[in-house]
């Protein structure tokens, strides 16, 4: 019991010494630049309608730190699906990772 009780402590010891010394990673995704980035819509949430239908709200985020981008309201400010790639998605994988495949 002793010995177990040793080895756990132990094992405690070591993780929580590894774990402070650990920092995160960058994350490649939150690059950012003076301009040349593009811009994403954020979903920011949903609300329910007093007639039982729901509004989702959308935002954007500009991930340029000096370009300021324009994005008047009107018709070409919109959200919609991306077209189906039913066709081009693959129905069989490898047993083995065998790197790149087309």
Do not use: H
């Amino acid at each position: 019991m002793k010995k177990t009780t040793m080895v756990c402590a132990l094992a405690l010891a070591a993780a929580v010494s590894f774990a402070g010394s650990v920092g995160a990673q960058q994350n490649p995704v939150a690059r950012q630049q003076p301009q040349g980035l593009g811009v994403s819509p954020v979903f920011e949430g949903w609300y329910q309608n007093p007639d039982g239908t729901f509004t989702l709200s959308f935002g954007f985020q500009n991930r340029n730190t000096a370009q300021v981008l324009s994005i008047p309201v009107g018709p070409s400010n919109k959200v919609e699906p991306a077209r189906s790639t039913r066709a081009s998605r693959r129905t069989s994988s490898l047993a083995v990772a065998t790197g790149c495949s087309p």
